[in-house]
């Protein structure tokens, strides 16, 4: 039989997909057909490394069976990046190649991707086979690729193929259709799947992750629970796929991780076969899962996130085990109880062995080539009609009754704790849709002519003023941390580098991102400048609260200066004056709680004696940041800077009342108010630098109290949140270049900085 093999992704960017067209056609081949690969092929040069955000190529032999389709262009796709080409002469050349070729079948993969998959779809004049790899619950681009034709595409398939249950899902909720499932296979080593490996006493876990360094695949969750692992047991994690320059931003601590980076199929085998266990923890997406069947092959047992397209794979207790997605803490405590549990590891090796029997290419070849006799006997249509309905996609050419696209539930687990996440997300969601619902009703209500008046009639001059007295008033904080932070670890040596590198990276991801992000962000650029991250962090932590308490300080005087201003807030200043001193109570909390935690009353819950214990050791240690109102020195220091500071800031927003003319209608006074209420609403950001709610505070102040318009109003908030952005992108983009980080991987670290903490566990009999 002469078999084509479309692909749409690079040849030379080799993924799941590549590795899966290269073993069908050498198995094909070695089976007696004649097969020739179509696909496109990047050359090792600089413009095609511009194409795909720097990664350079494999160098690749281009194999006499292979058809090149021109280069490709790196997009985002489903949390990764497919190498896809679209090029006029690449598909010129399928288009060539399908006719000229006298193909017996053409087999697309990945039909729905563009640009040459679909073609292939309307170009081959030979029965087509196309299978579907994907798996995604994303309705958005299923749903433009709809609108674009791509079920009338499909339609011209004869026989469709997925490579899973959640493949086959994806095709039938958005595309509609039938599908038979047949799996991705693997290559079984010369001399079969080696024996089980034995691990003897006092031996490191070895724990293998093959990946790219991004958040789809889980790996700064696998980080987090590979550090609390580490404190309990010796363990080593050996990440395939990822450079050592890729994970440094992810790392809080580097110890007992190996990074490979990109490795050839020899070496990755080999350090499958050398790991106890392989762990896939990634957060969805996955459709099959390739890397899993890889380490059976290699006799390797695998601990897997419960998501869709593993749990076709993994026989949960059997072959390997199945964790909650997302959980680094159940993650953490899984893979130490199977390295307190090595004969129950042996036994899962001796099933893995057996499960990659299912998935060998023979097999599978077999399966897809059932699938080729089946597309070439699919009957022709009898009529005129029939024949052109089919010609054009109105009718699918399996022959069969059309199975329109419909709704299906949805094959993800929700994730641990995700109800509590969902329903927080969903209140954010609300606040942000209402805050930019009252931005709009307020622009058209005062009427955006009026607002741009405002905003060009501002002095540039004082602009600049305002955003210097900024900067300046970024540069006291960090005297007054550093102080702090002097104080808390003396034994550490902080330098005053580190405290400006840690709060000029936050203030920019306070400035860019919600839920103040920025005070983990600087919180961790600090600890891992200092020594062992996880070691300092709590401390670090703790000068946080420090810095909280001096700015808490601050509101009660810019507060005093507020009231004493005629008319402001009129009848609400208790409800302001309680909202403004609400971070006392944290604070005191703080303070006291060691105390009031009582780690030696018994606890009929072994969970809560947990949290009891954690709970005590957590504010102890936060405790230890607040040393310096101890130390009459460093504290005079860090309270006159911190103050500073604010006195500094509250100059900047007097001036931008100069800029805007408004010195004559809001003084000194409207300046602290306005400065007093952009911090209070900020306790609880909704949007990034809480934009709506800045400019809303802003007009409460100089409307309600000075008698300003509310174009000038909405003017000087825009410019006032202006000039902050602007001030921590000045300062933080520099900050972040000498980091050598990128804002992305700044907010990795900061979602993903929570230190893991295991429960007790008693030994089990195979333990001892």
């Not at 985002?76 to 070729?101: D, I, K, Q, Y």
């Not at 540039?460 to 970024?474: F, H, I, R, T």
């Not at 070691?535 to 909280?548: A, E, H, N």
Request: proline share 7%.
């Amino acid at each position: 039989m002469r078999v084509a093999l479309v692909s749409p992704y690079s040849w030379t960017y080799p993924g799941g997909v590549t590795r899966h067209i290269e073993a069908l056609a050498t198995e094909l081949d070695r089976s007696g057909h004649d097969v020739k690969v179509l696909a496109p092929f990047d050359p090792d040069r600089r413009r095609t490394a511009l194409l795909h955000r720097g990664a350079r190529p494999q160098v690749r032999d281009l194999p006499e069976w292979l058809v090149p389709l021109g280069g490709t262009i790196g997009w985002p796709s489903n949390g990764a990046v497919s190498n896809l080409a679209g090029t006029p002469s690449g598909v010129a050349t399928l288009r060539r190649e399908l006719r000229a070729g006298g193909f017996d079948v053409v087999h697309v993969h990945e039909p729905v991707a563009p640009a040459i998959g679909w073609d292939a779809l309307t170009s081959a004049n030979a029965p087509l086979v196309g299978t579907f790899h994907c798996y995604s619950e994303s309705v958005a681009p299923h749903k433009i690729a709809a609108l674009l034709g791509a079920r009338r595409k499909l339609n011209h398939l004869n026989v469709r193929v997925a490579v899973s249950e959640a493949a086959a899902w994806t095709g039938r909720r958005f595309y509609g259709g039938r599908y038979r499932v047949i799996p991705n296979g693997v290559v079984i080593p010369d001399g079969g799947v080696p024996a089980p490996k034995v691990r003897r006493p006092g031996q490191p876990l070895r724990i293998a992750f093959v990946g790219q360094a991004v958040e789809r695949k889980g790996l700064p969750v696998l980080l987090r629970a590979f550090e609390a692992l580490r404190r309990e047991v010796p363990a080593e994690l050996i990440v395939i796929g990822s450079t050592a320059e890729e994970l440094a931003p992810l790392l809080v601590e580097s110890e007992g991780v190996i990074a490979l980076g990109r490795v050839d199929d020899a070496a990755k085998e080999l350090a499958l076969r050398s790991a106890d266990l392989l762990c896939a923890p990634s957060l969805g997406g996955e459709s099959f899962g390739m890397v899993l069947t890889e380490a059976f092959a290699a006799g390797t047992p695998v601990v897997a996130s419960d998501i869709a397209g593993y749990r076709d794979v993994v026989s949960h207790g059997h072959d390997g085990l199945l964790v909650p997605r997302a959980d680094a803490t159940e993650l953490a405590e899984t893979l130490r109880d199977l390295a307190l549990d090595p004969r129950r590891v042996a036994a899962m090796a001796v099933n893995a062995r057996e499960s990659a029997e299912r998935y060998t290419w023979p097999r599978i070849a077999e399966q897809l080539v059932s699938a080729y006799e089946d597309a070439q006997v699919v009957p022709k249509p009898e009529t005129a009609g029939e024949r052109a309905a089919v010609k054009i996609g109105l009718k699918p050419a399996d022959g069969l009754e059309r199975i329109p696209a419909r709704r299906l539930p949805s094959l993800e687990p929700m994730p641990s704790g995700g109800r509590g996440r969902f329903v927080r997300r969903g209140l954010l969601a609300g606040a942000a849709l209402t805050t930019v619902a009252g931005s709009y009703l307020a622009v058209q209500h005062i009427g955006l002519q009026r607002i741009g008046d405002a905003l060009v009639r501002s002095s540039p001059a004082w602009v600049l003023v305002a955003l210097a007295l900024m900067c300046a008033s970024m540069l006291l904080r960090a005297v007054s941390w550093h102080a702090i932070l002097k104080a808390a670890m003396p034994d550490a040596r902080p330098r005053m580098v580190d405290a400006v590198q840690g709060i000029t990276i936050g203030v920019l991801m306070s400035a860019t991102l919600p839920a103040r992000l920025g005070e983990p962000s600087r919180a961790l650029v600090v600890a891992r400048r200092l020594g062992r991250a996880r070691d300092r962090l709590p401390v670090v932590l703790g000068t946080l609260v420090s810095q909280t308490l001096i700015n808490v300080l601050a509101l009660v005087i810019l507060g005093a200066v507020m009231f004493t201003t005629i008319g402001l807030f009129a009848g609400r200043q208790q409800a302001l004056l309680w909202y403004g001193l609400a971070p006392f109570g944290v604070l005191c909390l703080v303070l006291v709680a060691p105390a009031l935690i009582r780690s030696g009353l018994p606890s009929r819950s072994a969970r809560v004696a947990k949290w009891v214990a954690q709970g005590r050791e957590a504010t102890s240690r936060v405790r230890s940041g607040l040393t310096v109102f101890t130390r009459p020195r460093e504290g005079a220091v860090a309270i006159s800077m911190q103050l500073a500071a604010w006195a500094l800031q509250w100059v900047s927003c007097y001036v931008l009342l100069v800029a805007l003319g408004l010195e004559h209608k809001a003084d000194l006074g409207a300046a602290a108010a306005i400065l007093f209420a952009v911090n209070v609403t900020a306790v609880l950001p909704v949007t990034p630098s809480n934009l709506g709610v800045f400019q809303a505070a802003c007009m409460a102040v100089l409307v309600g109290a000075y008698g300003v318009s509310p174009a000038q109003a909405l003017g000087y908030g825009i410019i006032l949140q202006a000039v902050e952005v602007a001030t921590a992108v000045i300062m933080g983009g520099p900050a972040l270049l000498k980091e050598g980080l990128s804002w992305r991987e700044v907010r990795l670290r900061a979602l993903h900085s929570a230190p893991v903490s295991l429960s007790s566990r008693q030994p089990a009999e195979a333990d001892v």
